[in-house]
Structures are given as C-alpha cells and as structure tokens.
C-alpha cells in the first residue's frame, strides 16, 4: 500500500485508505483495487453495498461515481459525509451534524427526567454536568452542533437547575448553575 503512494488505516472494524496530493485520485484508484484484490486473496467478499468512498475534491467525488470497480465490479457510493466511528464525517464544504443533534436531543431528555428528581438544584446540576453535557459534546469537535438545538438544551437546563420565573435569563442561570459552590 504505501509503495503505491497510499496510507492505509484500520480504526475500529473499518478499513480505510487515502492518498494526498496532486495524484490523489490514480493513487487511490490504484490503492483501493489492491485493497479489494487483498481481502479477496484472503478469502472476504466485498460488500459494496456497505462500502463508501469520499474526496474532499468536488471533480474527484464526480469520477469516483463513475468508476467501475474490478474487485467488485460495481461502483461504490460516494459520500461528502457520513456517520463514523460515533461521530460525523464531513468532507465536503457543508457541514453537517446529524449524529451531534441527535445527542443533543438525547441530552434535552435526559435534563428534563433530572428536572423530575426530588434532588436539589446544586445536585441535578452536578448529574446535567456529569450525564447529559457529556452526552451531548461527545463527538462535537468533528461536527457542528444546530444553534437551535443548543439553546434548547440550555434552556432545559435552566429549567431543570433553578427555579422558574418570568424574567429568567437561561445564560446567568446556566452560567451561575455551573460553578462550584463553597
């Protein structure tokens, strides 16, 4: 793989492959036929209907769409993003979160259900900080979060650590909620 100019990497139960530069695309070519030419030698079938390919090269991903495979003699889907190791993958000059929003969403559950408890408000904000703010940052530095899914989950934890009333302001009782007390 690397005399062909290409790097292969194994995270997790995935194979991937990549080349940089100006003959990015023939080293990739090149690379990916060896892939599927190896797992074949080892006795795998290719499931090309499970396999992917991405560039970050608008006329590459175009090719790549057209490119008939000889390991499976098909082409093979071509993304610009995609759900990746617990995260989202995104390629392209569009960014999208998917995965994170749905965490988010998960979180904004999760405050509310803490809201419920008969914990005092300094306890339901350790158990926010603790559950819910991990499980929805957990992947946000490969994808943006929506704004509007954010100040909904800030507003939940408003509601969820201080007491309600009509001239609440979600970003001091969040801000005040976090610290520490003595």
């Given at each position: 793989m690397l005399t062909l100019g290409?790097?292969?990497?194994?995270?997790?139960?995935?194979?991937?492959?990549y080349a940089l530069g100006e003959d990015h695309e023939r080293v990739f070519r090149e690379?990916?036929?060896?892939?599927?030419?190896?797992?074949q030698h080892?006795?795998?079938?290719m499931a090309h209907s499970k396999s992917y390919t991405f560039s970050t090269v608008r006329q590459t991903r175009r090719k790549l769409r057209q490119h008939l495979w000889r390991g499976v003699n098909a082409t093979i889907k071509v993304v610009s993003n995609v759900r990746d190791l617990g995260s989202h993958l995104n390629v392209a000059s569009g960014m999208f979160g998917t995965t994170i929003n749905g965490r988010i969403n998960e979180?904004?559950?999760?405050?509310?259900?803490?809201?419920h408890t008969p914990y005092d408000y300094a306890k339901k904000a350790m158990l926010i900080r603790t559950n819910a703010h991990a499980k929805a940052s957990y992947g946000v530095e490969a994808a943006p979060a929506c704004d509007a899914h954010m100040a909904h989950c800030t507003s939940a934890v408003a509601g969820a650590i201080a007491p309600s009333c009509k001239q609440a302001s979600n970003a001091i009782t969040t801000a005040v909620g976090q610290r520490p007390r003595p």
């Open positions: 290409a790097m292969p990497r194994v995270p997790a139960d995935e194979l991937l492959v690379a990916y036929d060896a892939t599927h030419d190896y797992l080892l006795g795998a079938r979180a904004i559950e999760t405050i509310k259900r803490i809201a």
